[in-house]
């Protein structure tokens, strides 16, 4: 099993930055695909980046543009790196571990327990 932590949620005003870390343990990191997720209450939560182990990328249209995400195979960790937020982006991030790349939430195996990111304006 993969035990995922999330970090470096926070607040920030609109137009500000934020650098999200996945931490993850267990078995071997670099054989899967890690993607993020959010929600906000009230709605379903949402498919925002993917990246496979050979750091082939996929966002959505929403933050494309403004958010990019990489991984360090070495330190079993994947980053998700928000740019010129807004408070639309207001939101629990979670990061997930899937076999394949794949951008629905069923498809993904392992799940950590989300960073709060408040975006101001």
């Known amino acids: 099993q993969v035990q995922l932590v999330e970090s470096g949620g926070g607040m920030v005003q609109a137009g500000g930055s934020l650098r999200l870390s996945c931490a993850a343990s267990?078995?071997?990191?670099?054989?899967?695909?890690m993607g993020w997720f959010r929600q906000a209450p009230g709605k379903e939560r949402e498919f925002v980046a993917a990246?496979?182990?050979?750091?082939?990328?996929y966002y959505a249209e929403s933050v494309k543009g403004r958010f990019t995400t990489s991984r360090d195979n070495a330190k079993n960790t994947v980053y998700l790196q928000l740019n010129s937020l807004k408070p639309e982006d207001t939101a629990v991030y979670y990061c997930?571990?899937?076999?394949?790349?794949?951008?629905?939430?069923?498809?993904?195996?392992?799940w950590g327990q989300g960073t709060q990111v408040t975006v101001s304006s």
């Open positions: 267990g078995r071997t990191f670099s054989r899967y695909v």
């Open positions: 990246i496979s182990w050979i750091s082939t990328t």
């Open positions: 997930a571990a899937a076999r394949v790349l794949v951008t629905t939430a069923a498809g993904y195996d392992y």
